[in-house]
């Protein structure tokens, strides 16, 4: 049971994030030049590989246990709530819906200037920030998911499931952007995070959750109640919305 | 630079103060908690109940801050 909603959490969040660096880059690419993107993306990306290779194996080393359970359940919870925060405001109208699309086009239009005829600098900060960004919060959502040694399979399969994911969707797009459903996509992983959060800082604490693993969607389904809940508590009148 | 860092923080801690004090609240009363009732008994069983609840409560806290 925890194998595959670790992996769902981590396939979900990790290709959520890459998917807003993917628009990023390829609004760099459209509006300058492809090769300047793809330089600051790379940039970037050696940055984030060398936090990942520090950051998992420096945590798992340096704590024991229990903390460790509460250093990662407070790390998720943290990402997972701000994740479920926003996703209540967007289900309730009070905040736009998230779009990946709606970021390429503003980002296109703001390097809409012709680029220089030498190294485009403008361009690879701008892919070299987007990419480190998305880039570093999945490295520390992947690294909490992974912290119990249990997890590390699915949330490492998870992460390489969403790289590959999005390699295919950067390979047809712009159709497929437009398509996905990021807001509720992006409220169902608030939902998963967060509830490895609670369940990771419960067992730092010392509890011990009756029916193991299979609380965790116990845990989930509360999540689910409660924020529904408090997204129609706070759901706008349709003339208000609009 | 400032923009950068402006950024990295939001990544981290959200775009309101409410939600990160309020699972710092959370964990905290938790733990305190956990003092009180002695890490041995009930709090075994029922703490992750009493965290769950805590979150929760961190969670509703942050949407009204943000309404």
């Known amino acids: ?242 | 630079m400032t923009g950068f860092l402006h950024q990295l923080r939001l990544l981290v801690l959200g775009e309101t103060r409410a939600l990160p004090l309020g699972v710092a609240a959370a964990v905290l009363g938790a733990a305190l908690v956990r003092e009180l009732a002695g890490p041995e008994g009930w709090w075994q069983d029922a703490g992750g109940l009493v965290l769950l609840a805590l979150v929760l409560a961190a969670l509703l806290l942050s949407l009204r801050s943000n309404t």
Do not use: N
């Open chain 1, 1 to 242: 049971m925890s194998f595959v909603l670790t992996l769902l959490g981590a396939m979900l969040a990790v290709a959520l994030e890459l998917l807003e660096a993917l628009a990023i880059v390829l609004a760099v690419a459209v509006s300058r030049r492809t090769r300047d993107a793809v330089i600051g993306a790379a940039a970037a990306v050696a940055v984030c590989a060398l936090a990942g290779a520090l950051l998992g194996p420096v945590l798992v080393a340096k704590l024991a246990s229990e903390p460790l359970e509460l250093v990662i359940g407070v790390a998720l919870l943290l990402f997972g709530l701000e994740w479920l925060r926003k996703g209540v405001l967007r289900l309730a109208g009070r905040r736009a819906r998230s779009s990946a699309y709606a970021e390429f086009v503003e980002e296109r239009e703001a390097l809409a200037a012709a680029p220089p005829d030498g190294p485009d600098w403008a361009a690879r900060t701008v892919a070299f920030k987007g990419v480190l960004l998305e880039g570093l919060e999945v490295i520390l959502i992947v690294t909490a998911l992974a912290g119990p040694e249990d997890s590390r399979a699915p949330a490492l399969i998870g992460a390489g499931l969403a790289v590959a994911l999005t390699v295919v969707v950067g390979l047809v797009l712009h159709r497929p952007l437009r398509r996905i459903p990021e807001t509720e996509l992006k409220y169902a992983v608030g939902v998963l995070l967060s509830s490895f959060g609670t369940f990771f800082a419960a067992e730092g604490l010392g509890v011990e959750w009756p029916a193991g693993d299979a609380a965790l969607l116990a845990i989930a389904a509360v999540f689910v109640a409660a924020s529904q809940a408090m997204a129609s508590r706070l759901r706008l009148p349709r003339a208000a919305a609009a």
